[in-house]
């Protein structure tokens, strides 16, 4: 046979046979559990809900109400939850929570149980009901809704008793049957004190760890909605990150240990605002914060509102942390948002514009020290293709790692951001930034977790590479993206 002939059937044969990678199959990491549920990544992704106190304590300028307050003291001239919503929207909130009742019993809605609602005041005659209005702005602007119901009533004169019990899951029903789907049920540890409680004025005491027995009042309105995510410090879906100041944990690690825990339980602050690597369930921080010193709106606040600069600071300790930002913003006695507040929104709205308006690693070289397999669906390139979906990810031996990213041209670099893929868990324990500066590499920054969402900002350079290093991981290291801006 003909030599070149011969040759040219070897190659062939060797091209026909060999293996190429799209029939290599490169099986994906296993997920480190817990690992969060569909409807908590959802919640993962907004990022920012607004959080909404108007009451009765808005009409008599305090922040908790005692609970003997007249109806006829709620009566707003200008009430507008259309102005809330669109001005929520607008800067950037993807769902918002109200406060139905607060600890005062007052229920913004005409609950059938209780005559300590709207329905007993001057606003429209008695025939409003807020919780239908705000739910429906929301609709109208495309923006979740979810209520807040605080247990405590110090109103109520049954509080204290079994017979409460019935009364706030009766309102439960209501609230989730009859103003459409809720994302959120919020309640916080605030149980028992001092109140009117129809008349008796005096001091009542729970057992915050078993009087609401929440596992039965949860499982209630789970029947009604399957897919309301449940806040409380323990959860059971979403946790308090430990303070009200707008600050998540510098490590902080969705999964904890919520076996011992329960509303309003003293002492658990440090662990809430860390979480516990090696926690059984996925519960996750969301951080509230308020744009005023107070919930509730007070005129003697409105030289205190928040400025735009420590807004954008509230972003970067919580979304930046991987948590999600639930900033209250309450509306004035007319019932509108006061223009204080939306100036402030808005100059926080250019900021966070003005900071991530482009992203530089989209026309960036990225490469890494390994990937899983050398599949191409591992590869480095997953991180700055703009896809949620897609992931980088080593072999499973592989706990350590180098991402070098590469722009096209120097450029000023402000922040970093890094994105874990969650879906299959949060694994990386430490990590660190470096720029190359002066002819060498140059560390600018070091952190501990990452989750949903890390935002390094560093003091501005100059350069054309980066440098990512991942120093330890529980598991293989999986990252959906990269960001430089």
């Known amino acids: 046979m003909n030599k070149k002939l011969t040759g040219c059937i070897i190659i062939l044969f060797v091209l026909c046979f060999k293996p190429a990678e799209s029939q290599v199959k490169v099986s994906p990491p296993s997920p480190s559990f817990p690992v969060p549920s569909m409807k908590q990544l959802r919640w993962h992704e907004m ?20 609970g003997d307050e007249r109806p006829e003291k709620f009566n707003p001239d200008s009430l507008n939850t259309g102005q809330w919503a669109t001005t929520l929207k607008e800067a950037g909130f993807k769902g918002i929570i109200f406060t139905a009742k607060h600890h005062d019993g007052f229920c913004l809605w005409p609950s059938r149980y209780t005559d300590h609602s709207v329905k007993n005041s001057p606003w429209k005659n008695g025939g409003g009901d807020v919780v239908k209005e705000i739910s429906e702005a929301c609709r109208k602007n495309d923006l979740r809704f979810g209520i807040y119901l605080s247990p405590w009533d110090r109103h109520q004169a049954s509080y204290g008793q079994p017979a409460y019990l019935d009364y706030y899951r009766n309102q439960l029903k209501e609230l989730f049957t009859n103003y459409g789907p809720l994302f959120e049920m919020w309640f916080d540890g605030a149980n028992g004190g001092d109140g009117y409680y129809g ?54 690690w969705n999964t904890i240990t919520a076996d011992t825990l329960y509303a309003g339980k003293p002492g658990i602050e440090e662990l809430l605002n860390s979480g516990s690597q090696d926690g059984k369930s996925w519960i996750p921080q969301e951080v509230d914060v308020s744009i005023r010193p107070g919930w509730f709106y007070h005129q003697s ?51 966070l514009g003005a900071a991530f308006k482009k992203d530089l690693s989209r026309a960036a070289t990225i490469s890494a020290s390994s990937f899983r397999g050398h599949a191409k669906k591992y590869a480095p390139s997953m991180l700055n293709d703009g896809m949620p979906g897609t992931y980088w990810a080593t072999d499973d031996s592989i706990k350590t790692a180098q991402i070098n990213i590469t722009l096209k041209k120097k450029r000023l670099v402000s922040y970093i951001v890094l994105q874990e893929y969650i879906t299959l868990g949060q694994r990386v324990r430490s990590f660190a930034a470096d720029v190359w500066k002066n002819g060498q590499w140059e560390e600018v920054a070091a952190a501990t977790t990452i989750g949903h969402k890390r935002i390094l900002q560093i003091d501005p350079v100059k350069t054309s590479r980066l440098r990512i290093r991942i120093l330890d991981s529980k598991e293989c290291p999986v990252l959906s993206g990269i960001s430089v801006y």
């Open 301 to 351: 606040e409105d030289s205190l509102v928040k400025s735009p600069q420590e807004l954008f600071r509230i972003y970067l300790t919580t979304v930046g942390r991987g948590a999600t930002l639930l900033m209250n913003v309450p509306p004035d006695a007319h019932g509108l948002i006061n223009q204080k507040d939306i100036q402030a929104l808005k100059g926080f709205k250019k900021l």
């Open 47 to 66: 990022e920012m809900n607004a959080f909404v106190h108007f009451s009765m304590n808005t009409f008599t300028d305090k922040e908790w109400g005692y």
């Open 199 to 252: 008349g008796a004025n005096e001091l009542r005491h729970i057992d915050g760890s078993a009087y609401y027995n929440w596992p039965t009042t949860l499982n209630l309105v789970r029947q009604i909605q399957p897919d309301v995510l449940f806040f409380s410090d323990a959860g059971p879906d979403l946790r308090w990150c430990g303070n009200e100041s707008g600050v998540a944990g510098a490590t902080n």
